[in-house]
């Protein structure tokens, strides 16, 4: 039943729907799933022209999955398990905005869903507790729910400096790339950054581009992806291992199919270790990673390890000394900053059309009409590729003018550091639900974003039972979550490292100093503590 027209909580307005969502990615196509099962009226503002969020969004070269397709997929729907094939292990973008089109289709998702409609405000309302969503149009819509379904890595950020708008070449970055293909055969190509995008960019673009120069500020360590096709033999048993498919993911620490080793680096002797590390760098995906001794992300001597295992295979790869050395990362450790999962990456710098800069050591001062002046030298382009990343985890919101109570900005509210309960809700904004928020557990995405709908569905169900419309974090359990979140980080060797899973993004005022946004505990964990507020009728909440 709506309760859109006969049920508003305290007063008698007329609200437009149950529940605004803001996004179409995954997360707000599977909410809008949910709310339609609850009988709930639902509107989804989505700024692009299609579903699909990050992979509508991110459909630069060499854009794929790092996770196994089968273990990415929506696992709720069996029908839709067993009908969809996925050709690679790794399946490339198109592929998978492909697969959630066909989700869209399957579930007749955009009847409800309006397009190119990016929120630019969501005011909560006090005396109709309700939220007033504005569109960048001007257009005024409400609701009784504000779910936002915006992703964690969704705002694209350009570099601070000076020129960028002044570059008469074309110019692209990696989350805005062009829906048309984009020629680089012949092309003189830049490309700044060298995270997980960079790299996936670089080995395609170094395929055909006439000349590819990197601008690399800070190397990172990547290991190889070792995708291939999925053969019919795979195809069959993937589809018949499903349950236990997602069983796995369900019990490992970040939800992949990987889960860490119970040994101890220094419980093995040296020569074990490198046979071990030899079989992690030859397994596909982020076993390396995630699959590697338990140690690998706390203990400084374990890491350096791992760190010397995979510098040595950098070197063996890169024909070039220097450069070799220029790719090894010297401030941080194997793994703790995110592992891009490349393809042959390092083989591109042996090719003679590739030049990596270091854009450290020779910063880049300007960009101008014709390329790019760092404190060396002046390089001239055809296309300059930002893959500079994303103002991650906070950016999003804060690029959406969200007020709570007394017109209280949430980017005012989490000036501080972001302050969340169990990642979904805020206190001071009431019934406003935040899918992958800031402290959620992230890891394998669809996994997490998963276990937020039912958890917000569950609690919207809840409160269907009860003849509640109005919900809201107690001031002491959003305390406590943070607190648990910031304990969580202590001791990890990522916090110790810039990165934007430390909340560091040069790009962004007020983004120079680490802060802890991501939730450091295992999924399980999370889980558990999720489930269990669920489970006690949600004490932790203020229903009414
Ligand atoms: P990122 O990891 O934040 O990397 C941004 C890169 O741009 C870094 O190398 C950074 O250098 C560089 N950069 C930024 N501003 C610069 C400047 N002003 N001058 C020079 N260099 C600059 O972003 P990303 O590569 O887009 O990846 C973000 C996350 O998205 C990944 O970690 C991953 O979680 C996700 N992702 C997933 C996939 C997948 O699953 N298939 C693929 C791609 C991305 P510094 O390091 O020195 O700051």
């Known amino acids: 039943m709506s309760l859109a027209t006969t049920e508003p909580a305290a007063a008698t307005t007329t609200l437009d729907y149950d529940a605004i969502v803001i996004g179409a990615g995954m ?86 869903i309006q397009f190119r409609s990016p929120v630019a405000a969501a005011h909560y309302q006090e005396a109709s507790r309700s939220w007033l969503v504005t569109l960048a149009d001007g257009s005024r819509h409400t609701s009784r729910y504000l779910i936002t379904a915006i992703g964690a890595l969704s705002a694209p950020t350009l570099p601070r400096i000076e020129g960028v708008d002044s570059f008469r070449g074309q110019a692209f970055h990696t989350a805005k790339w062009p829906h048309e293909p984009v020629d680089f055969a012949g092309k003189r190509v830049a490309v700044i950054g060298t995270g997980a995008t960079g790299v996936q960019t670089i080995q395609e673009v170094a395929k055909t581009a006439g000349h590819l120069t990197v601008f690399q500020r800070t190397p990172n360590w990547c290991t190889p992806l070792h995708n291939r096709p999925i053969t019919p033999e795979e195809q069959v048993r993937i589809k018949a291992g499903y349950d236990e498919l997602f069983k796995r993911c369900a019990e490992t620490f970040a939800c992949f199919l990987h889960t860490a080793d119970p040994r101890g680096t220094f419980e093995v002797t040296p020569e074990e270790r490198e046979a071990f590390y030899e079989q992690l760098y030859a397994t596909p995906g982020f076993a390396i990673w995630v699959g590697n001794f338990k140690d690998t992300l706390t203990d400084r001597a374990a890491n350096k390890e791992i760190s010397e295992f995979v510098a040595r295979k950098i070197r063996q790869r890169v024909k070039d000394p220097r450069i070799a050395d220029m790719l090894i990362p010297k401030d941080h450790g194997f793994g703790t900053r995110r592992v891009p999962q490349e393809t042959h990456y390092y083989e591109v710098y042996n090719q003679p059309n590739v030049t990596l800069v270091d854009s450290k050591a020779t910063p880049i001062q300007r960009i101008t009409p014709t390329g790019i002046t760092t404190s060396e030298a002046d390089y001239a382009f055809d296309i300059i590729i930002y893959a500079t990343g994303f103002d991650a985890l906070t950016g999003a919101f804060d690029r959406i003018d969200i007020r709570g109570r007394d017109g209280l900005a949430l980017k005012q509210k989490w000036a501080g550091g972001a302050q969340t309960f169990v990642g979904m809700l805020v206190q001071d904004f009431p019934n406003m639900f935040m899918l992958l928020g800031p402290h959620t557990a992230l890891g394998n995405i669809p996994r997490s974003i998963e276990y937020n709908v039912e958890w917000v569905s569950g609690l919207l169900r809840h409160m269907q039972a009860h003849g509640q419309t109005f919900a809201e974090a107690r001031p002491e359990a959003m305390r406590t979550w943070t607190e648990h979140v910031i304990a969580c980080a202590e001791g990890l060797l990522t916090f110790e490292v810039d990165s934007w899973m430390t909340g560091v993004n040069s790009n962004v005022e007020g983004k120079q100093t680490r802060s802890i946004a991501r939730y450091a505990g295992s999924a399980p964990a999370y889980r558990a503590w999720c489930d269990d507020v669920a489970a006690k009728g949600y004490p932790d909440l203020v229903l009414d």
């Open 27 to 112: 997360s707000g196509m599977y909410q809008l799933i949910r709310l339609r099962e609850l009988g709930l009226s639902a509107r989804v503002f989505e700024a692009g022209t299609g579903v699909g969020g990050t992979w509508y969004w991110n459909r630069y070269p060499g854009a794929r999955f790092d996770s196994e397709s089968y273990s990415y997929g929506f696992s709720f729907d069996e029908e839709l398990l067993q009908e969809w094939e996925w050709s690679e292990h790794f399946a490339p973008q198109p592929e998978t905005l492909r697969y959630l089109n066909h989700v869209a289709d399957r579930h007749d998702l955009r009847r409800d």
